[in-house]
């Protein structure tokens, strides 16, 4: 059976604006075949509101589930937080006191730190020397050496610790240049300088004895020495011997540094100097 026009649109215009359910009852009733389509139209309707409604009014036990929830999972991050924590504290911590690792201590505290907590051994000392003198090209780090020279002390301290063991010539060259660059920057004699400097010309003489020298190692320790105007007969007539030995190979800025340094401490070498 076909509804007329009029009476479909008073039904939709009914349901759609009107919550008095009686008199979409009413139609309900007279018309028996929409009878369905209609209570399920009213049905859909009163589902929606309710949804509607329930989606303002607050949910306390959904509420007390997600504060619950809320503070497990905060508890059981401060858990993971601590444990981490001890695990870190219980992990030995690693210093890398490699050539590299030394060279990437960009600052003169974590430099001595280094030093000081690192298992070193003769053959890492040159390079923390090395190191130290790069960084005097700050002034800030000249002018804290100058301030308090003891803050190179542990690391005078270790180098003569082991002052029979540095054989290597180019280790020697190395520490002398470097030392006498700290104390040239400085203007200052780095602690305990005197017993420093016999380390180093005791183990130059050594060496000296084993092996020859190259140009840039013996110009490298003349000028040293004569950087902090310490004379030592015994290191200029052995460095002597070696530059004669190998005169040959040397650049004009070595034999120009091997001739200030005799000068400049005085020492005559009337064979080096006629053979130049």
Known sequence: MRLPQQLVVLLIVTCKYSQRWDLISAFSTSLSNNNCHIQVGQRRYLSTKAEEKNQHQPNNKHQKIDVEDEKKYVEKQEISSIDNRNKILREPISYDNSPEGIRRCRTLTKLLDLQRHADNNHFHIPYYWNQASRLMYNKSVCQRIQKNPEILK????QTLGFSNQYIDPQS?????HAIARISSRT???IIYSDKLWKVLENNIL?????????SRICANILWSFAKVNRKSDKIFKIMEIQVLSNLDRYSTRDIANTIWAFATVGYTAPKLFDAI
Do not use: Q, T
Request: net charge neutral.
């Open 187 to 189: 203007r200052k004699s």
């Open 206 to 214: 050594e060496a000296a004895k084993i092996e020859n020298f190259d």
């Open 154 to 157: 542990p690391l005078v301290i």
């Open 172 to 176: 020697l060259s190395a520490m002398a």
